[in-house]
């Protein structure tokens, strides 16, 4: 099967401006999350969706990061404006929900400048 | 809530030597548990995973982990390491069903020639 597909895979910008990441999880995967990955830490949880509703993003800094996925399936990340912390890995992943299989897309590496 | 500790966040170890790796988690059910493995520049890859069957699990590379209930341990061991092996280490922990994963700091392995 098709792994989760995630672009760009890499982006620089410069702080305040906006930058937008997409992912498109495995066909039949109800549950979507999204992952920030800051470099030598461990990924952490941004925002969880379950089909198109949002199941957790107690997270998310929404003051600037916002998410969707439009009917349940592809789904974009957002920064608005960026900082220089928001430089990381962001990471997708999506599972079938039974708790013993999640698969990570490849990730894309932000650098705020 | 849940937590992983990965004890050691740089492991060096000769090439054939034994690898572990250590996590200790804290669940207030019984815990999913999992390793993944990843290398520069890529998204992560699952090693093995614990979902209460079998506590001795075997993963892919001829790595291995232990469930350790009184311990809360969950460590990674391979018995003879490979310079293919060289990668960062991250031990994870779920509650099961669609909840999301929480991941340790992460372990990086060194295998010396």
């Known amino acids: 099967e098709a792994g989760v597909a995630q672009s760009p895979r890499y982006k620089i910008i410069e702080k305040r401006q906006s930058v937008a990441f997409w992912c498109n999880p495995i066909s039949g995967h109800a549950t979507l999350y999204w992952y920030q990955q800051i470099l030598g830490q461990g990924p952490k949880l941004l925002i969880q969706f379950q089909n198109n509703g949002v199941v957790d993003d107690s997270q998310l800094p929404k003051d600037r990061f916002s998410a969707e996925r439009l009917k349940g399936v592809d789904s974009t990340l957002k920064i608005q404006p960026a900082k220089l912390e928001d430089s990381a890995v962001y990471l997708c992943a999506s599972s079938l929900g039974t708790g013993s299989g999640y698969t990570f897309g490849s990730g894309t590496r932000l650098t705020v400048v | 809530a849940q937590s992983v500790t990965q004890l050691g966040s740089h492991v060096s170890v000769s090439e054939g030597a034994l690898v572990l790796l250590r996590c200790n988690y804290s669940s207030s059910v019984p815990p999913y548990l999992f390793w993944y493995v990843q290398y520069p520049n890529q998204g992560l890859q699952l090693l093995l995973k614990y979902t209460s069957a079998a506590t001795l699990v075997k993963g892919i590379n001829g790595f291995e982990a232990e469930f350790k209930k009184s311990e809360t341990s969950f460590h990674l061991t391979k018995p003879s390491a490979h310079m293919s092996d060289a990668a960062e280490y991250f031990c994870?922990?779920?509650?099961?069903?669609?909840?999301?994963?929480?991941f340790g700091k992460g372990t990086r392995l060194s295998v010396i020639a």
């Open positions: 994870a922990v779920s509650q099961g069903g669609n909840t999301p994963l929480v």
